[in-house]
T-cell receptor
Framework: GDSVTQMEGPVTLSEEAFLTINCTYT??????LFWYVQYPGEGLQLLLK?????DKGSNKGFEATYRKETTSFHLEKGSVQVSDSAVYFC?????????????FGRGTQLTVWP | DAGITQSPRHKVTETGTPVTLRCHQT?????MYWYRQDPGHGLRLIHY???????DKGEVSDGYSVSRSKTEDFLLTLESATSSQTSVYFC????????????FGPGTRLTVL
């Protein structure tokens, strides 16, 4: 079945460090891929998305490229800030899926220190 | 921000009592979803709705029921709460079924003693 595997956390970085959070997926067909972010005490917000192979999603300095050959959608940021501290979720929506349900990874906690 | 609210935001209840959580949207979106979030599990789908009175089960639906009598409201009911249902519950909405983002509510933290 469809599933998402993402890097276990927590991840702790110093401000201005480079961030990578790995995400791989299993899906029938060609899914759409998403990164969501959850700040403390809040719901999830869409960070970026990609709907077809080789698409690059980007937002707020974060980027992720849809790699069909490696079934991956790794999240990267060149220089993290303290305000990026949050939980990040990788998710997919399978084109064969009923009614657009999302499959989530387990989440990666990121803490950035000044 | 998408107009989506959840009530109550926090609730403590006892085992065996019924509990109803409400999700309300002002976006007129067709699709609505209930998820639960637990450490180490990410978010898991409980039930979803694709229209008024049209609902179906997700992957962790046992012990939960839902109703949608109006486009804007999606209710999640725990008929007889158990401690394993202690969790944070999120409602989400979407205007399209596929390839479209879901907008999430702020969540309800439920504790079953």
């Amino acid at each position: 079945g469809d599933s998402v595997t993402q890097m276990e956390g927590p991840v702790t970085l110093s401000e201005e460090a480079f961030l990578t959070i790995n995400c791989t997926y299993t899906a029938t067909g060609y899914p759409s891929l998403f990164w969501y972010v959850q700040y403390p005490g809040e719901g999830l917000q869409l960070l970026l998305k990609a709907t077809k192979a080789d698409d690059k999603g980007s937002n707020k300095g974060f980027e992720a490229t849809y790699r069909k050959e490696t079934t991956s959608f790794h999240l990267e940021k060149g220089s993290v800030q303290v305000s990026d501290s949050a939980v990040y979720f990788c998710a997919l929506s399978s084109r064969g899926s009923t009614l657009g349900r999302l499959y989530f990874g387990r989440g990666t906690q990121l803490t950035v220190w000044p | 921000d998408a107009g989506i609210t959840q009530s109550p935001r926090h609730k403590v209840t006892e085992t065996g009592t019924p509990v109803t959580l409400r999700c309300h949207q002002t976006e007129n979106h067709r699709y609505m979803y209930w998820y639960r979030q637990d450490p180490g599990h990410g978010l898991r789908l409980i039930h979803y709705s694709y229209g008024v009175k049209d609902t179906d089960k997700g992957e962790v639906s046992d012990g939960y029921s839902v109703s949608r009598s109006k486009t804007e409201d999606f209710l999640l009911t725990l008929e007889s709460a158990t401690s394993s249902q202690t969790s944070v519950y999120f409602c989400a909405i979407s205007g399209q079924a596929r390839n479209n983002e879901q907008f999430f509510g702020p969540g309800t933290r439920l504790t079953v003693l």
